[in-house]
T-cell receptor, first 110, second 118 residues
């Protein structure tokens, strides 16, 4: 079964706006990762946040992690048309494997 | 580096036929993962290898599925016989552990094989 649950399932915003996606999980984790998937392509790693970190930045991306609530958020600032993709959170629970959520489909309208 | 290479990119076959999917991981990576993605079930881990040895195959749906990794640069996922419900996109991913028992972090995905079983 999928561990991470993304919210919302789909998000449509105007170019230039910020996009926020959320992920909830159920068990303790070593780290949480976010991946992007463009239509018809494989997943691409975006950012990793460890269980002892609360916030991390990478370019226009900002990830937060709240282990007490077992949740994470991905913020994309100043969105661009090229950000249109599906975004997945993945939890590393140990045993060297990731469990992916169902993803959020993000559409950036020009 | 060319990244993870998968072949074929598309496969259309008839029910009952054998299907073989191939993967070449990134050179130097010691972990290899096979995933299946469908609209209904999302991205599921089927099996993963470490140093060519299968570690966890609990996600393999049934005996019709088998995976091998004869060497560090090649892996196959075989479905025999195939069924329409096997239709999905199959991804291979590889990763690298920085040290023995080290935490493996980023996974690098191939472009996937889109399988359609008629």
């Amino acid at each position: 079964s999928q561990q991470g649950e993304e919210d919302p399932q789909a998000l449509s915003i105007q170019e230039g706006e910020n996009a926020t996606m959320n992920c909830s999980y159920k068990t303790s984790i070593n780290n949480l990762q976010w991946y992007r998937q463009n239509s018809g392509r494989g997943l691409v790693h975006l950012i990793l946040i460890r269980s002892n970190e609360r916030e991390k930045h990478s370019g226009r991306l900002r990830v937060t992690l709240d282990t007490s609530k077992k949740s994470s958020s991905l913020l994309i600032t100043a969105s661009r048309a090229a950000d249109t993709a599906s975004y997945f959170c993945a939890t590393d629970q140990g045993a060297q494997k990731l469990v992916f959520g169902q993803g959020t489909r993000l559409t950036i309208n020009p | 580096d060319a990244g993870v290479i998968q072949s074929p990119r598309h496969e259309v076959t008839e029910m009952g036929q054998e299907v073989t999917l191939r993967c070449k991981p990134i050179s130097g990576h010691d972990y290899l993962f096979w995933y299946r993605q469908t609209m209904m079930r999302g991205l599921e881990l089927l099996i993963y290898f470490n140093n060519n040895v299968p570690i966890d195959d609990s996600g393999m749906p049934e005996d019709r599925f088998s995976a091998k990794m004869p060497n560090a640069s090649f892996s196959t996922l075989k479905i025999q016989p195939s069924e329409p419900r096997d239709s999905a996109v199959y991804f291979c991913a590889s990763a690298w552990s920085p040290a023995p028992n080290g935490i493996r972090e980023t996974q690098y995905f191939g472009p996937g094989t889109r399988l359609l079983v008629l």
